[in-house]
């Protein structure tokens, strides 16, 4: 039995490719998108009462890890991707039907869109259902998980001093917090756990329209080198 399910809105988001996107929602709280809504979800009737929510879960599509056939196992990145495991034990995106869910901020509400941050989501993901937190049946006191017990070890960022006045540049054109975006998702180390780098090789994401890039001067510690207009 198939059934279709189609996007209420897209999102607009400061992630521009997947390397270097948080591995979940609420490490990056400077990461800020729009959810844009569709018709006839952007007429304001779907969100009124949400400007009484501090947070909500957005149930989406991983439109760029789609695959025809199923995974029963995968290897989490967060294992250092050499471990396999059950799929439904993991938050992996190659998973049945393609489903993400994240929790996040909404910052503003308006009749067409809501303002969100602290997202872990793609520029352009499809967002197919959008629920209240509820604090009270949501949060569990008592919930453990020990194959993901606590949240990444963050790792010192430092810049170059010309990095970092391009950074403050851009971030008042664009009018977002950059610094910190690029502070918060660089400290998670986004580089493959199996990935031993030398001083000399760099490494590179894009955040809004800027091309960022790093190295690792010294093991566990992340330089930025220059954030620059994107080429693309
Ligand atoms: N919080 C969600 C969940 O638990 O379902 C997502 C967790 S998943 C491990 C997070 C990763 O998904 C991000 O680091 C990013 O690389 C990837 N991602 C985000 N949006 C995506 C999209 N639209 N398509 C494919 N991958 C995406």
Request: charged share 20%.
């Amino acid at each position: 039995m198939t059934y279709s399910v189609s996007p209420i809105g897209f999102v607009r988001s400061c992630f521009k490719e997947k390397f270097a996107i948080p591995r979940q929602p609420q490490l990056a709280p400077a990461a800020r998108g729009v959810l844009e809504l569709v018709a006839p979800f952007d007429q304001g009737d779907a969100v009124q009462g949400l400007e009484q929510v501090s947070h909500v879960w957005l149930l989406f599509l991983f439109h760029q890890a789609l695959e025809e056939k199923p995974r029963l196992k995968v290897r989490p990145p967060r294992l250092g991707g050499n471990k396999s495991m059950g799929v439904f034990a993991t938050r992996a995106t190659h998973r049945p039907n393609g489903i993400g869910q994240s929790v996040v901020k909404l910052d503003k509400v308006e009749a067409n869109r809501l303002f969100i941050s602290g997202i872990d989501l793609l520029d352009g993901t499809p967002i197919l259902d959008i629920k209240p937190y509820v604090p009270y049946a949501d949060i569990i006191d008592n919930a453990s998980n020990s194959i993901a017990s606590a949240a990444p070890q963050l790792i010192p960022v430092r810049w170059a001093e010309a990095a970092l006045q391009q950074a403050h540049e851009h971030a008042q054109r664009l009018g977002e917090p950059l610094v910190a975006l690029i502070d918060q998702c660089l400290a998670q180390d986004p580089r493959p756990a199996y990935q031993i780098p030398t001083p000399e090789r760099e490494y590179g994401a894009q955040f809004w329209d800027l091309d960022v890039r790093w190295h690792y001067p010294e093991a566990g510690v992340i330089r930025v080198l220059e954030v620059i207009p994107a080429s693309n």
